[in-house]
């Protein structure tokens, strides 16, 4: 029995992928301000970026959604052509699309591993299109079904944690007050000793007050990230003419790296020809 090969290259590109996402984001769903990608997106104004863009995205259900279509359909091409084709068919489709729109549209900033997916997926259709069919069909059809609308309910929960948290880290800086309000009467009547102590107690309620202050800034900063990232990658338009160039320029690669391809595939058509 033939041992299968470990997909390198796939499950490289798809952990590294959600790696940089997660550093970008500081370990959150979504990144905000979205301001920071804009070095690493591609644009006329900025065509180096060609070669990171494919691994940043706008949003968490971005860059899942993409990353599970890479990795059915990259573990697929791989077994067919290799690790070193299937990096090679990513990063050429995702580079070369990105620089070549950007020439073309030189207003527009790009971000996202859709181009090299595109490249990946008419490989899959050259080199094994009924398994490749099954596995895009229902991979389209299990992410927009199950997957986002379990993530969306995921979110749902995070945000509304998030927003539990910051009413009652509110409600303790509220008490936290009050206690700080006592003390300030207790003092009044208070001798020089008894003052002595009750400052302690004061300095203490005072640090509790600004470790909740903090506590509170930070949750309510994740909150709005979280809501302001949903809400921009809700709106983020798609384009279609990457993905046509990255589709290109994978058929491109096949023909000067793997041409076998092209020779299994004449060999089909002349047999159902013969037919």
Not at 9 to 28: A, D, E, K, M, P
Not at 42 to 54: C, H, M, P, Q, R
Not at 165 to 182: G, S, T, W
Request: charged letters at 20%; a positive charge.
């Amino acid at each position: 029995m033939k041992k299968r090969r470990i997909p390198y290259s796939t499950l490289g590109i798809f952990v590294f992928t959600f790696l940089v996402y997660f550093i970008l984001s500081g370990g959150q769903p979504y990144i905000h301000p979205i301001s920071q990608l804009d070095p690493f997106g591609v644009s006329g104004k900025n065509l180096l970026a060609s070669f990171t863009y494919i691994f940043i995205h706008i949003g968490f259900k971005h860059v899942l959604g993409n990353m599970l279509v890479f990795l059915f359909l990259g573990m697929l091409l791989e077994r067919r052509i290799g690790s070193k084709h299937v990096l090679g068919v990513y990063l050429s489709s995702g580079i070369l699309a990105g620089f070549l729109y950007a020439l073309i549209k030189q207003h527009v900033w790009v971000i996202g591993a859709s181009a090299a997916i595109s490249g990946i997926i008419l490989a899959c259709f050259l080199v094994d299109f009924k398994k490749a069919v099954v596995i895009l069909i229902s991979t389209m059809i299990a992410i927009p079904v199950f997957v986002f609308p379990l993530t969306d309910r995921f979110l749902d929960m995070m945000q509304e944690e998030k927003r539990e948290k910051v009413l009652r880290l509110a409600e303790q800086h509220e008490q936290l007050q009050k206690e700080i309000a006592q003390i300030e009467k207790q003092k009044q009547n208070a001798t020089e000793e008894q003052k002595k102590e009750i400052e302690k107690e004061e300095i203490k309620i005072m640090y509790m007050i600004n470790k909740t202050v903090e506590e509170q800034q930070r949750e309510v900063k994740k909150e709005i990230t979280l809501s302001k990232g949903r809400q921009t990658e809700a709106i983020t338009p798609v384009s279609f003419e990457i993905h046509i160039i990255g589709a290109l320029t994978s058929a491109i690669y096949l023909w000067f790296f793997k041409r076998e391809v092209y020779t299994k595939i004449m060999r089909g058509l002349r047999g159902i020809v013969k037919l």
